[in-house]
């Protein structure tokens, strides 16, 4: 896994209220990257997130003044499940958000993890590649400090962008994830959490723990929105 090194930019830490807060924000931010990326360069790449905080956020954003043509959706991770599965990442962005905007379905880059773990990462990787670096990329974080797929005790193959997983503790057991380089070679990284089941994996983390979570970073600036709940 890739180590944050010492000239990586400082994480910044923001403490919000709520979740309602957190997802105001998070919206407020992702619009705001979009904008830069958009007026600098004609495209917004985005990493979205899976699990469930980052939904609120998602689906503030479906009202947004934006050029959504310019936006390209990638996913920081999925679960091997069917595309219609509820517990897919993909349908939930698409039923908080992407069904609800004009981005061209061109533009979203789901991770064929139907296909199983290592077929679907072997196709991802391709993509990865191309869309590298990122504008945004948006991630949660475990209780145990596990982040997209990325979980504590698992190794990976650290020439890969995009990782088979097995046996995750977090059912499904088999997904796919984007390795912890290829989530931190992005302008920002924006990372949520909310709730008192978290307070566990930031007390590691302000501690100095190793977790997945600690390995992103890099050149990217690291924002982490939390709420009071999640303060350890
Ligand atoms: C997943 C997610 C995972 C998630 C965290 C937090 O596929 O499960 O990518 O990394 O972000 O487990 O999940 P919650 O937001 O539901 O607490």
């Known amino acids: 896994m890739k180590k944050r090194k010492i000239e990586d930019t400082p994480t910044r830490w923001h403490v919000l209220d709520d979740p309602e807060a957190i997802a105001v924000q ?14 600098g360069r004609g495209l917004f790449r985005i990493v979205l997130a899976g699990g ?18 310019r936006w390209e959706i990638y996913f920081g991770d999925e679960r091997c499940l069917p595309v219609d599965d509820a517990q897919r990442n993909s349908l939930m962005a698409a039923r908080a958000l992407l ?41 949660g974080i ?9 979980f504590p ?6 020439d890969r962008l995009v990782h088979a997983v097995r046996n995750a503790p977090k059912p499904p057991p088999d997904r796919v994830s984007l390795s912890a ?38 050149p990217a600036q690291v924002d982490v ?3 009071k709940a999640a303060q350890a």
Request: proline share 6%; net charge negative; glycine share 10%.
């Open 26 to 39: 998070a919206a407020q931010r992702i619009l705001q990257a979009a904008s830069r990326a958009i007026t």
């Open 52 to 69: 469930r905080t980052p939904e609120a956020a998602y689906r503030l954003l479906v009202d947004a003044d934006t050029d959504w043509s």
């Open 99 to 139: 069904d609800s905007v004009a981005v061209p379905a061109a533009n979203v880059h789901p991770i064929p993890a139907e296909r199983g773990a290592e077929a679907a990462a072997g196709e991802y990787e391709l993509v990865v590649r191309a869309a590298l670096p990122f504008d945004l990329v948006l991630l």
């Open 142 to 150: 475990g209780e145990d400090g596990h982040t997209a797929s990325l």
């Open 153 to 158: 005790g698992q190794q990976h193959p650290p």
């Open 181 to 218: 380089g290829a989530l931190s070679e992005a302008r920002e990284v924006l990372i949520l959490v909310t709730g008192a089941g978290k307070q566990t994996a930031i007390q590691g983390w302000r501690a100095g723990e190793r977790l997945p979570i600690t390995e992103i970073g890099g």
């Open 225 to 227: 929105l939390l709420d």
